[in-house]
T-cell receptor, first 114, second 113 residues
Framework: GAVVSQHPSWVICKSGTSVKIECRSLDFQATTMFWYRQFPKQSLMLMATSNEGSKATYEQGVEKDKFLINHASLTLSTLTVTSAHPEDSSFYIC??????????FGSGTRLTVV | DQQVKQNSPSLSVQEGRISILNCDYTNSMFDYFLWYKKYPAEGPTFLISISSIKDKNEDGRFTVFLNKSAKHLSLHIVPSQPGDSAVYFCAASEAGNTGKLIFGQGTTLQVKP
């Protein structure tokens, strides 16, 4: 089946620094990638939708200049949390969408900003 | 506005019995629904899905029922096993299996031996 490799699985960073999260589709091409965020004991909230080669579409309330999404190839999408602050600490998950495989989720990244 | 709602934060069931997890939605444009199982610090694991043209889909111990008029779906797990203990999320899409997924808040299922 389809696999999305997400790295890192966890990261601790200092306040004010930037963190990049990568999601790679293995053995398949992902035209569309969704990025979600989950706070403890809460739902997975959609942050943005990215399509290869075009600008990401952000959900209401998500700062596009803070959460930079790049989907430069059909197998790689990245989310960069810029100038991270403690309130950005969360669990971030990507999901590749294809007609053949439907939705394939990464394993998630636990971000802690100190 | 929470378009997908799981009103029961938790459910406890005895091993071997049926687990019924419920989900309600408000957006009549949703046409595809999915159930996921999730452990902390891991990505969701797909369980079962249903298209709005159906009212039931079954896969092994898992059955999903859809009542479009009530905008309600449910996941039945029979028989429940201790390994089923996890958080269960329902999700919905407006564009079949190609649109963005909107998730419910999740229900924590505990299956007691």
């Amino acid at each position: 089946g389809a696999v999305v490799s997400q790295h890192p699985s966890w990261v601790i960073c200092k306040s004010g620094t930037s963190v990049k999260i990568e999601c790679r589709s293995l053995d398949f091409q992902a035209t569309t990638m969704f990025w979600y965020r989950q706070f403890p004991k809460q739902s997975l909230m959609l942050m943005a939708t990215s399509n290869e080669g075009s600008k990401a579409t952000y959900e209401q309330g998500v700062e596009k200049d803070k959460f930079l999404i790049n989907h430069a190839s059909l197998t790689l999408s990245t989310l960069t949390v810029t100038s991270a602050h403690p309130e950005d600490s969360s669990f971030y998950i990507c999901s590749a969408q294809t007609q053949l495989y439907g939705y394939t989720f990464g394993s998630g990244t636990r971000l802690t900003v100190v | 506005d929470q378009q997908v709602k799981q009103n029961s934060p938790s459910l406890s069931v005895q091993e071997g019995r049926i687990s019924i997890l419920n989900c309600d939605y408000t957006n009549s444009m949703f046409d595809y629904f999915l159930w996921y199982k999730k452990y902390p610090a891991e990505g969701p694991t797909f369980l079962i899905s249903i298209s709005s043209i159906k009212d039931k889909n079954e896969d092994g111990r898992f059955t999903v029922f859809l009542n479009k008029s009530a905008k309600h779906l449910s996941l039945h797990i029979v028989p429940s096993q201790p390994g089923d203990s996890a958080v269960y999320f329902c999700a919905a899409s407006e564009a079949g299996n190609t649109g963005k997924l909107i998730f419910g808040q999740g229900t924590t299922l505990q299956v007691k031996p």
